[in-house]
């Protein structure tokens, strides 16, 4: 788990630091006449891959008390997330494209 949790992150970080606008679907670009503030766009992407690391990085510490719990954290997570991923880079998107 502390590898995911850390992908997340570094995901995330990433995204934050790039100077080039980042992509949220695989084989896609967006480029940088497409965005009115790619600074903003990234620092937002950033945000949003960090606060979805942080449940990631919660279950792993809680499964070492209790796996159980951490993989019902982690699943109902996933569940949830997954779609509301996409709807937030969609509003990400929109919010700073031109």
């Given at each position: 788990?502390?590898?995911?949790?850390?992908?997340?992150?570094?995901?995330?970080?990433?995204?934050?630091?790039?100077?080039?606008?980042?992509?949220?679907?695989?084989?896609?670009?967006?480029?940088?006449?497409?965005?009115?503030?790619?600074?903003?766009?990234?620092?937002?992407?950033?945000?949003?891959w960090i606060v979805y690391s942080l449940p990631y990085?919660?279950?792993?510490?809680?499964?070492?008390?209790?796996?159980?719990?951490?993989?019902?954290?982690?699943?109902?997570?996933?569940?949830?997330?997954?779609?509301?991923?996409?709807?937030?880079?969609?509003?990400?998107?929109?919010?700073?494209?031109?």
């Amino acid at each position: 788990m502390i590898l995911c949790s850390a992908l997340f992150t570094g995901i995330g970080i990433y995204a934050w630091r790039r100077d080039k606008p980042m992509w949220f679907w695989s084989g896609s670009r967006v480029e940088e006449d497409e965005l009115t503030n790619i600074a903003a766009y990234n620092r937002a992407n950033g945000i949003m891959w960090i606060v979805y690391s942080l449940p990631y990085w919660v279950s792993t510490f809680i499964g070492i008390e209790d796996m159980e719990l951490a993989t019902d954290i982690l699943l109902g997570w996933v569940l949830v997330s997954i779609p509301l991923l996409i709807l937030v880079y969609r509003w990400i998107y929109n919010k700073y494209s031109v």
